[in-house]
């Protein structure tokens, strides 16, 4: 801006005594989105005005913070993602053998002096499965098993596999390597108490499982590339597997070497008889009869849960009304809750196994 003085000669550029004001100014410009409201482009501001300099760097400054927000939130997905896969693999393989196989290492063998191995199967399954369609067979399992892994965690014990209606887990292997028997103990008699609130589809009566332990040294490594499994070798597998099949309905069968693990504890075992084992021969066996008062508080809080997880899997089949309902594709029947098998007092703290009745052993 100039002003002249109106006395002066304004064509005359050169006359020393012109006066003139000069003005210099910019926009309050300071971000991208400020400029644009005003209807304004970087052109408008001259080429080295200090509005570019500060547009340039608020720009920068917003760019840095919008990608470290997305850096932050994508993080955490990726942190979230980690830890359900690490959920995923800890409840198929121990977190040592997750390590390595994560590493690409290569699992070696490891040899235990003394764990506790138990197995289980259902009284009349072979049964059940002729006469029953093979989605009654399938959702009878789900709730089955869904009972006892959930019940599993109130224990330290690690479930090593389920092959049709065996289930197998083992003592010593997670947690205090000291208590592996009482650890599988406990799971036995919460495992006795779970199966009575799920119904047979062929006969409708609460499931029976019988269920057998032995104590011993075991070998175990994860064998193959494909599919990974945590697998157990020895002949404490083979004798805990005869426990079980030469057990009864509704009771829990050890060998010596488990019963002298359990006494030492407080659980009361009682001698069945030296029953001739199928490669073993003559083998003193026992029943486990009952469990200290404190397992037996940690049974009856894993029952609960395994009732509510139950309840929780039944709905999420649709079956949340007050009556039984059938899917007419498979002609599978579910009950809900309040339908289960009422419990007795002994089935809330299942301390005790008694009343042996019989020598059958079929399945």
């Known amino acids: 801006m100039q002003c002249l003085n109106e006395s002066e000669d304004s064509s005359n550029v050169a006359n020393p005594k012109r006066k003139m004001i000069l003005f210099l100014c910019t926009a309050h410009v ?79 063998g490891r040899e235990y002096e003394a764990v506790t191995l138990l197995f289980s199967d259902i009284i009349g399954f072979t049964d059940m499965s002729r006469q029953c369609k093979p989605a009654q067979v399938c959702h009878l ?14 224990f330290d014990v690690y479930k090593v596999e389920t092959i049709g209606d065996a289930y197998m887990i083992a003592g010593g292997i997670t947690g205090d390597p000291t208590k592996h028997a009482t650890a599988v103990a406990d799971m036995a008699f919460a495992m006795h108490a779970g199966a009575k609130l799920i119904r047979s589809p062929n006969l409708g009566q609460p499931v029976q499982i019988r269920v057998g332990m032995h104590t011993g ?19 404490t597998v083979n004798t805990a597997s005869r426990m079980e099949s030469n057990g009864l309905a509704g009771l829990i069968h050890c060998s010596e070497s488990c019963k002298m693990e359990l006494e030492a504890r407080g659980y009361k075992v009682e001698f069945r008889s030296n029953l001739e084992i199928k490669g073993k021969g003559a083998m003193p066996t026992y029943w486990v009869t009952e469990v200290p008062r ?38 599978v029947r579910y009950f809900p809750p309040r339908q289960f098998p009422p419990r007795r007092e002994s089935d809330a703290y299942p301390t005790k196994v008694c009343g042996v009745s019989g020598e059958s052993t079929s399945s």
């Open 30 to 108: 300071l971000t991208v989105d400020s400029m644009l409201s005003a209807q304004m482009l970087l052109r408008d501001f001259p080429l080295h005005d200090s509005a570019r300099e500060l547009l340039f760097m608020s720009w920068n400054n917003s760019l840095q913070k919008q990608l470290l927000s997305r850096l932050e939130r994508v993080s955490a997905e990726l942190a979230e993602e980690q830890a359900r896969s690490d959920e995923l693999l800890y409840s198929m393989l121990p977190q040592t053998v997750v390590a390595d196989l994560r590493d690409g290492r290569r699992v070696r």
């Open 141 to 154: 399992l789900d709730e089955l098993y869904t009972v006892f892994d959930t019940m599993s965690t109130f």
């Open 217 to 235: 040294p075991v070998m175990t490594g994860v064998v193959g590339i494909k599919m990974p499994r945590y697998c157990f070798f020895g002949d």
């Open 294 to 331: 404190k397992s037996a508080k940690i049974i009856s809080r894993a029952l609960k849960k395994a009732e509510k997880a139950l309840a929780d899997l039944i709905k999420i089949r649709g079956s949340d009304t007050g009556e039984s309902s059938e899917d007419p594709s498979t002609g």
